[in-house]
């Protein structure tokens, strides 16, 4: 089993930042890609940012420019930093992460969720 505790969230005003971190712990496992998505009230949840364990990035068109995922591979943790914050952002931000565990099994676990709003 592999656990990902989550933390930064929070409320803050439009144009202010935040800073999430989802660190990945468990017995014998290895990380490839981990990444953020998010899940607004009525909506469906979305991609936000992925990296790979190699460094390469992907983001949603609606946060590129304004957020920045990165990794610490040594820490198998990941960060987003959310810049220029719009209230659109508001939501439950998921954390991701899926690479194999054991004798090479694969996983795709998730995060508990972390509130993020950001009041007009």
């Known amino acids: 089993q592999v656990q990902l505790v989550e933390s930064g969230g929070g409320l803050v005003q439009a144009g202010g930042s935040l800073r999430l971190s989802c660190a990945a712990s468990?017995?014998?496992?290895?990380?490839?890609?981990m990444g953020w998505y998010r899940q607004a009230p009525g909506k469906q949840r979305e991609l936000v940012a992925i990296i790979t364990s190699g460094g390469s990035t992907n983001y949603a068109d609606s946060v590129k420019g304004r957020f920045t995922i990165s990794r610490d591979n040594a820490k198998n943790t990941v960060y987003l930093q959310m810049n220029s914050l719009k209230p659109e952002d508001t939501a439950v931000y998921y954390c991701n992460a899926e690479g194999t565990r054991g004798f090479g099994i694969p996983y795709n676990y998730w995060g508990q969720g972390t509130q993020v709003t950001v009041s007009s």
């Open positions: 468990g017995n014998r496992f290895r990380v490839n890609t």
